[in-house]
């Protein structure tokens, strides 16, 4: 065998394997979609058709009913709104809060710095189930409504991943800025504004996206917290519990069009800033 | 002299405070939201508080914990024939019969039900616990977590390798890999459970029955035997993209003269693979590995929207004890087990890998 034919040879495994795997990934979702598309009895035909046909006929048929129906459900179209509010607020949030604690652990030099940079991996790991009540009492007694309390609550996992991901992009510029601004007069703070932040814009990109995804799927706290204030449910609590009306079964077709709704956004953020997004997750488990 | 190093330590206690200031709106929401109620939820946890309810607390010790924990292995004792006082046989099979397994464990001075039976050395034994339904949640976490991390390992790092290479739309398809991740949970349970529709409206109902295996009404979520591998595909579909990226991230930290060397000496794809990308990758893995057991040992919304209370996890039995049994203090013990769990892993973790804290 020639080296050009083996050469050949590898690429075409190379790009069957490639085709393998984007079915394997994309395939649940494209059922979704196909599903989302048929109605009720299309539904309930077997053996499932892998796309929406006519029951009698086969001729294929599609349905926009489910999105139609989707679209005029007043709690899904509330939990858009809520979901939007709760995840941009923790982002921005966790963001400002983050990058003072990320400049602190990666630029400045003081006393118990191991200590601080301990409990902030520590908590990057911390079981969310183990504070789901203490968490519920203290928002109750306090009389906190579920929007606020949510908001609150995700930088438990946000605050520290940002902070973690920030020092260690904080931790890579150069000193000799720092020290340069400092020689120049300018305070640390004024530093830290004026020149590490701009510096460090790309890195707050990428935490700030993985901290709205993470806030946009939390479905643990959501579920609890708004269990007795329904107009505050969020995205991942109406799909995973869609309202249905009485007489029917569960409306897969409406839940999946749902879900597939609440999913664009992410694909958007996805397919814009894959390289970011990227570098923020590896950032933040592999530089431990 | 004496001057400048007062100034100059003068600029460090000023850099100190700065870092105090800068790190306290961190640390005080975190004591807020995670070290306040961590600590309340160790309090309840030596209670029998009710949830939502103004119901008197009383202070119970350790009877939480021991009614969780609390597991004993009986020998289940053959039947007797009365007449004969011989062991009875069954007369078609030949197999020996057994009392039964629930009569074998003791009643007083709490009640032992069953967990599950087996046999060894030609006796019947049963592992009974307090509460068969915590010991199960606990197995089924383990299991899961060991399963699914395995496989997620063996395929993440097939697809990191295949998005390591060389070729057109080498980006398209990274972004394309990361839409399973993405995708909210409560989405990917909700397509899943309809995936696994226990007839041929189903998925996997369908192409079973097309390919002439089974009869295309396998009861996936409801049948024990399948219910755990079921959550285990789910889960290694939609965290397979996510240990590909950590084990991609490592891959491009090799250099790439390493393989040309070796390409020299003659190693093929293979032995090139195990021989210098795996140990070269081998820090990679054990953080992927550690991050990855964390997430799965507290896998709740999987759980919780496909199963619900047909099967439970560590995290799922928790959240059912608090909102369903309104019992805070024994769902407080139950999260303290899984806080103690999962911290005596990324203390490990922590201990085996070292954090960097000065390397500037």
Redesign the interface.
Same mark, same amino acid.
């Given at each position: 065998m020639t080296t050009k034919t083996k050469h050949r040879i590898n690429r075409i495994l190379?790009?069957a394997?490639?085709i393998v795997?984007?079915i394997?990934?994309?395939f649940?979702?494209y059922?979704?979609l196909n599903?989302s598309f048929k109605t009720e009895g299309q539904?309930?035909?077997?053996?499932?058709t892998f796309i929406p046909r006519a029951p009698v006929t086969g001729d294929i048929s599609f349905t926009l009913k489910n999105y139609e129906s989707v679209f005029s459900n007043q709690a899904f179209l509330r939990a858009i709104v809520n979901s939007t509010i709760v995840a941009v607020s923790v982002t921005v949030l966790a963001l400002a809060?983050?990058a003072?604690?990320g400049?602190?652990?990666g630029?400045?030099?003081?006393?118990g710095?191991?200590s601080?940079?301990?409990?902030?991996?520590?908590?990057t790991?911390?079981?969310?189930?183990?504070?789901? =009540?203490?968490?519920?009492?203290?928002i109750?007694t306090l009389g906190i409504p579920a929007i606020p309390s949510l908001i @609150? &609550?995700y930088?438990?996992f946000s605050?520290?991943f940002t902070?973690w991901v920030l020092t260690a992009f904080f931790?890579e510029l150069p000193?000799e800025i720092f020290q340069s601004a400092?020689v120049d007069g300018a305070?640390?703070?004024q530093t830290?504004y004026m020149i590490m932040l701009p510096l460090t814009a790309p890195a707050l990109v990428t935490t700030g996206l993985l901290a709205f995804?993470g806030a946009?799927?939390e479905?643990?706290f959501a579920?609890?917290f708004t269990?007795i204030q329904p107009d505050a449910r969020t995205?991942?609590?109406i799909?995973?519990n869609?309202p249905s009306q009485a007489t029917r079964q569960i409306p897969?077709g409406e839940?999946?069009a749902a879900?597939?709704v =609440?999913?664009i956004p992410?694909?958007l953020?996805?397919?814009i800033f894959?390289?970011r997004?990227?570098a923020g @997750? &590896?950032a933040g488990?592999?530089k431990? | 002299m004496a001057n400048a190093k007062g100034q100059s330590s003068d600029?460090?206690k000023?850099?100190?405070r700065?870092?105090?200031w800068?790190?306290a709106?961190?640390?005080i929401?975190?004591l807020?939201?995670?070290i306040?109620?961590?600590?309340?939820?160790f309090g309840?946890s030596f209670t029998n508080a009710t949830?939502?309810s103004n119901k008197p607390t009383e202070f119970v010790g350790l009877d939480n914990y021991r009614n969780l924990l609390s597991m004993t292995i009986v020998q289940v004792p053959p039947l007797i024939d009365e007449a004969t006082g011989q062991i009875q046989v069954d007369a078609e099979t030949g197999e020996v019969q057994y009392e039964s397994s629930v009569r074998a464990l003791p009643r007083e001075p709490v009640r032992f039900r069953v967990v599950t039976d087996f046999s060894l050395f030609g006796n019947k034994y049963v592992l009974g616990a307090t509460d068969p339904a915590f010991i199960r949640a606990v197995w089924d976490t383990i299991v899961f977590g060991v399963s699914t991390v395995f496989l997620e390992l063996v395929l993440g790092m097939?697809?990191a390798l295949?998005v390591n290479?060389n070729?057109k739309g080498r980006?398209f398809?990274?972004?394309?890999?990361?839409?399973?991740w993405?995708?909210?949970?409560?989405?990917?349970?909700?397509?899943?459970e309809?995936?696994f529709q226990p007839?041929?409206?189903?998925?996997f109902n369908?192409v079973l029955?097309?390919l002439g295996m089974g009869s295309?009404e396998i009861p996936f979520l409801s049948d024990p035997t399948w219910q755990l591998p079921a959550m285990i595909v789910i889960d290694v579909?939609k965290t397979t993209?996510?240990m590909a990226?950590?084990l991609?991230?490592?891959l491009q930290l090799i250099p790439a003269d390493i393989y040309e060397a070796a390409d020299v000496d003659g190693a093929g794809p293979v032995r090139s693979f195990f021989q210098l990308t795996l140990p070269l990758l081998k820090g990679?893995i054990a953080?992927?590995l550690v991050?990855r057991t964390?997430d799965a040992l507290?896998v709740?919304?999987l759980f919780?929207?496909v199963l619900g209370q047909a099967r439970y996890s560590?995290?799922s039995f928790?959240?059912y004890e608090?909102?369903q049994n309104r019992a805070?203090g024994y769902?407080?013990a139950s999260?303290?087990m899984?806080?103690l769990v999962?911290s005596i892993f990324?203390i490990g973790y922590?201990r085996s890998?070292g954090?960097?804290?000065?390397?500037?």
């Open positions: 190379l790009w394997l490639i795997m984007a394997w990934m994309l649940p979702f059922w979704a599903s539904l309930a035909m077997t053996p499932a809060v983050g003072f604690a400049f602190a652990l630029k400045l030099r003081y006393r710095k191991n601080t940079l301990y409990i902030i991996l520590a908590m790991m911390f079981p969310q189930i183990a504070v789901l =009540s203490g968490l519920y009492t203290v109750t @609150l &609550t930088l438990l605050l520290p902070a931790r000193t400092q305070s640390p703070f830290f995804i946009w799927n479905y643990l579920l609890t269990s995205l991942p609590v799909i995973a869609f897969f839940i999946m879900g597939i =609440s999913s992410l694909f953020l996805v397919f894959q390289r997004i990227v @997750l &590896t488990a592999v431990g | 600029l460090a000023q850099e100190q700065l870092a105090y800068l790190l709106p961190t640390f929401i975190l807020a939201i995670a306040y109620p961590l600590i309340s939820v309840y949830f939502a097939m697809v295949i290479a070729f980006g398809m990274r972004a394309l890999i990361l839409v399973p993405v995708i909210p949970t409560a989405v990917s349970s909700q397509i899943w309809y995936m007839n041929r409206t189903g998925f369908t029955w097309y295309g579909w993209p996510f990226l950590l991609l991230a490592g990679t953080v992927a991050f964390l507290r709740f919304d919780q929207i560590m995290a928790t959240y608090l909102i805070m769902s407080s999260s303290i899984i806080f999962l990324a922590m890998l954090v960097k804290s000065d390397d500037h």
